[in-house]
């Protein structure tokens, strides 16, 4: 009996001691994230069954994430912020019905899922389309808010941050736009295959695609090239 109650004595001295602290403020969630998505992401992909083993540092993140109004985060850090809490409620919602091989059901899973945001639940395509895109009309957010799919631009090893972020974001617009599996052209057929995105929010990419696409890309396409699109690839972007 006494070895019992010892052992529960020190179960309980142990969780206490070594239980994960919560994450206090928008400068130590930077830091967090950072080192998540150095763990976790790697080339482009994501290691979901490393995370479904022990997803404890991804939790700190989206308890933050769930108890702090976006508003609170002030201007200078809120882009950054907005960016990582995209992504990172993403494979958090993957998680939830992982070992998957696509996005499944992709209007339940970007429309109707709930996630919690600043103690208010919203679907993930709120947190894009009014949160994120309603303050900041950036067409480049499109390469940066990765929706867990190999179809979309890859998802870096690092966090954004608020003091890079505007650099992080053209590198992650070039990075896409200079890869010839998101972006290739048909010389035989004088035409650019590009990924369906530029097709689903072609007004978001002003003054047209092709200005936007040579605006962000080491070599221009050429002016008298047509434009097609190729079928999005749903896959999941795990990494294996």
């Not at 994450?23 to 069954?49: L, P, T, V």
């Not at 895109?133 to 941050?161: M, N, Q, W």
Request: hydrophobic fraction near 40%.
């Amino acid at each position: 009996m006494k070895k019992l109650l010892l052992s529960v004595l020190l179960t309980a001295i142990y969780t206490h001691l070594f239980a994960a602290t919560p994450i206090k403020d928008a400068a130590e969630f930077f830091i967090k994230a950072d080192d998540f998505f150095k763990a976790y992401a790697i080339e482009g992909n994501i290691k979901y069954a490393d995370l479904k083993q022990d997803r404890s540092d991804l939790a700190l993140l989206v308890d933050f994430i769930g108890e702090t109004p976006v508003n609170s985060v002030d201007v200078y850090r809120r882009k950054a912020y907005l960016i990582n809490c995209y992504n990172l409620l993403v494979i958090n919602a993957v998680l939830e019905t992982y070992p998957i091989e696509k996005v499944a059901d992709t209007n339940k899973f970007f429309k109707k899922d709930k996630h919690k945001v600043g103690k208010e639940m919203m679907t993930l395509d709120h947190l894009e389309y009014k949160i994120i895109f309603k303050e900041y009309k950036d067409p480049r957010l499109h390469f940066v808010l990765v929706c867990a799919a190999k179809g979309c631009p890859p998802i870096p090893s690092f966090a954004y941050t608020p003091g890079d972020v505007n650099n992080q974001i053209n590198r992650q617009c070039q990075l896409a736009l200079d890869d010839p599996s998101f972006l290739y052209l048909e010389k035989e057929n004088n035409m650019v295959k590009l990924s369906p995105i530029f097709k689903w929010y072609k007004d978001d990419f002003f003054p047209s695609i092709p200005e936007f696409i040579n605006a962000h890309r080491s070599t221009k396409i050429p002016h008298d090239y047509s434009l097609g699109f190729y079928e999005y690839d749903w896959t999941l972007n795990a990494w294996k």
